[in-house]
């Protein structure tokens, strides 16, 4: 026995959250073409069925590109403070990528390691994420290489999988049971488990490459190709580094975090002029060695949800999954396949 | 709301100019209350906001004993150092911490200490030599190493005849090929040939290196030729941080975070670590 909702009932329930006062986000397009996180005037406007996934992530919705963290005004030699009692807004997410929601739980750890963001957790519990399991995926698509698959449970409080008519009902916690509580009807039919994007790398093999050669130069030669833009950063739902600079003039101001890039020379260079990441090459290592090394040595899973953004997004069309290409052909992880193959043998 | 950005106010006490660039302050919670709950271990570091500007981070330069203000000294370089440079006693400005880890002064303890520092990376060194100053007994010889690029560019130089003058401590001052002066009467040279010519006993010895990578590159192969293991060699690293607490994600060198496993590392654990600093 499963639960159940018809594709009008759920569309119908998505008004019901609008004009019961709820934020509803969701896919939608914004122009031909361009597929974003966008929130909803009403139903019609979520893009459901025959897309991939939307250009963007769902992470603005925790990490906004721009946020005040507090205001100062000045009074002669004296400042004023103000802090900022956030109150997010009840929001619903509702067409959720696996892969996107599966970024929340690995951001959480982040957010609340030793000193807790607030502005981070408050926003989430103010979330609920439906989550639509995927149908489609593309050749960027590499969820099932980093442990996760089309329709992961992970980071969602809905699953919805879609039936031949409307959709089967996982409601995962008690914030998701809230939101569909009497609306779905007991199914006997279970959705089919979507087999997912074959897998295009093993992260075991990768940690033992990003373990091994530090000087691979294999970071040279991608880091040609790469033009800094930062797309891949930007619309990835796990890259959550950011910058915290003032907006202020005689009178006052405020502090604000923005979005910050890896791959930006000013992310690292020092007071003195001196950088540690003084080119591409070590940007590109950075980037790559952050998801899949530092990020899974401290919390024990990589930052990375296989969605294939990185990719998809580049103006030169490198990305973490052309990486790891490049990384497994490089002559050591020729080595590295080589010796698992005798070790099999 | 529990905001891990958001500063204590502080008032200046004082603002004192070393050099043509640098400048050290002292500033006071505004709060007396926080003054007596404060507490911190010299290495540490803080975010210092000068609002309208923004923050920079800056080791705590004063010793952890002195409870009724903290200093910072600074470089005027960018943004945030240029408005710092036009404070006043009187006016405010915010911190931030204190955030990462310290020297480890207890396991120095009985130990002769070494401490070498060049141009602007005297203040991370300051708060450690008044510390052991301050705890005499507990330590063996101590020697201060100080190298500017000319007589102009000491800062803290008051403090150096100070210390100086305590006892079984060595004050070892010199400057860069042509930055001296017709009166100076202390040594010319760079700081790994002044450390050689120095003859400082390595025996039982710790030694504290801070200043530009360059400085340290050349310094390390003397401490080493002298004896010094690298478990016994520190360092404090001066990566870029915004956040100060393990979120905003630059200061990493590899694995480690800076601002959370840092800033102080052993030369053994540098060798671990790939060069991003």
């Not at chain 1, 020092?270 to 290592?285: D, E, I, K, M, T």
């Amino acid at each position: 026995m499963s639960e159940a909702i018809t594709q009008a009932a759920l569309l119908s329930l998505v008004d019901d959250w609008i004009s019961g006062g709820r934020t509803v986000s969701g896919p939608s397009f914004v122009k031909e073409g361009l597929l974003l996180y966008e929130d909803l005037q009403n139903a019609g406007q979520l893009a459901l069925g025959k897309v991939i996934r939307p250009a963007d992530s769902i992470k603005k919705y925790f990490l906004p590109r721009h946020e005040e963290l507090y205001r100062y005004t000045f009074a002669g030699q004296n400042t004023c403070l103000e802090n900022i009692d956030l109150v997010p807004v009840e929001r619903v997410i509702v067409g959720a990528r696996p892969c996107d929601a599966a970024a929340l739980p690995v951001l959480d750890k982040v957010f609340n390691w030793d000193y807790v963001d607030e502005f981070y957790t408050r926003r989430r519990d103010a979330t609920t994420v439906v989550t639509i399991a995927c149908t489609l995926w593309d050749d960027q698509c590499f969820c099932t290489s980093v442990g996760l698959g089309p329709a992961v449970e992970k980071g969602s409080d809905v699953l919805l999988l879609p039936l031949a008519e409307g959709y089967e009902v996982r409601c995962l916690t008690e914030k998701g049971q809230r939101l569909f509580a009497g609306k779905t009807t007991p199914s006997e039919t279970m959705a089919a488990a979507p087999t997912g994007p074959e897998r295009k790398f093993d992260t075991k093999e990768i940690d033992a490459l990003l373990h091994g050669d530090y000087e691979n130069p294999v970071w040279r030669d991608i880091a040609l190709r790469c033009l800094g833009c930062g797309s891949c950063a930007f619309t990835c739902p796990t890259c959550h580094c950011f910058d915290i600079t003032d907006e202020g003039n005689a009178s006052g101001g405020c502090r604000v975090k923005n979005w910050d890039c890896c791959q930006f020379n000013m992310f690292t260079m020092h007071a003195s002029g001196h950088n540690p990441r003084s080119n591409q090459a070590q940007r590109q290592r950075q980037r790559i060695q952050h998801k899949f090394r530092i990020y899974p040595d401290k919390f024990g899973e990589v930052l990375c949800t296989g969605c294939g953004n990185c990719t998809r997004n580049c103006p030169v069309s490198l990305g973490v999954l052309t990486t790891m290409e490049a990384l497994a052909s490089s002559d050591a992880g020729r080595d590295a396949t080589e010796n698992a193959a005798s070790l099999k043998g | 709301m529990n905001n891990i950005y958001m500063p204590e106010l502080m008032k200046v006490i004082g603002v004192k100019q070393h050099t043509a660039d640098v400048k050290s302050v002292k500033i006071r919670f505004q709060d007396p209350a926080t003054t007596d709950a404060f507490s911190f271990r010299v290495g540490q570091f803080g975010m210092f906001s000068a609002f309208g500007s923004g923050e920079s981070t800056f080791n705590i330069c004063s010793s952890s004993n002195w409870k009724d203000h903290i200093e910072f000294c600074f470089r005027k370089t960018g943004m945030v150092t240029e408005s710092l440079w036009r404070i006043e006693e009187g006016d405010s400005i915010g911190f931030r911490g204190p955030y990462g880890n310290s020297y480890p002064m207890e396991d120095w303890e009985g130990r002769n200490l070494i401490f070498i520092g060049g141009g602007i990376a005297m203040p991370p060194i300051r708060c450690a030599i008044w510390y052991a100053l301050e705890n005499r007994a507990k330590y063996g010889d101590i020697t201060i190493v100080y190298g500017a690029r000319t007589a102009a560019d000491f800062v803290f130089a008051d403090e150096l005849d100070q210390w100086a003058q305590a006892e079984r401590t060595r004050v070892v001052r010199c400057v860069d090929p042509g930055g001296e002066t017709p009166d100076w009467n202390y040594e010319v040279g760079l700081i790994p040939h002044v450390i050689e010519r120095a003859a400082i006993p390595a025996e039982n010895s710790i030694a504290l290196v801070v200043g530009p990578p360059i400085m340290i590159k050349f310094t390390l192969p003397v401490l080493d030729k002298m004896g010094l293991g690298t478990k016994d060699i520190y360092t404090s690293l001066e990566n870029r941080m915004k956040c100060g607490v393990g979120k905003c994600g630059r200061c990493n060198c590899g694995p480690v975070y800076v601002c959370k496993e840092g800033p102080i590392f052993t030369l053994e654990q540098l060798h671990r670590l790939p060069l991003d600093y």
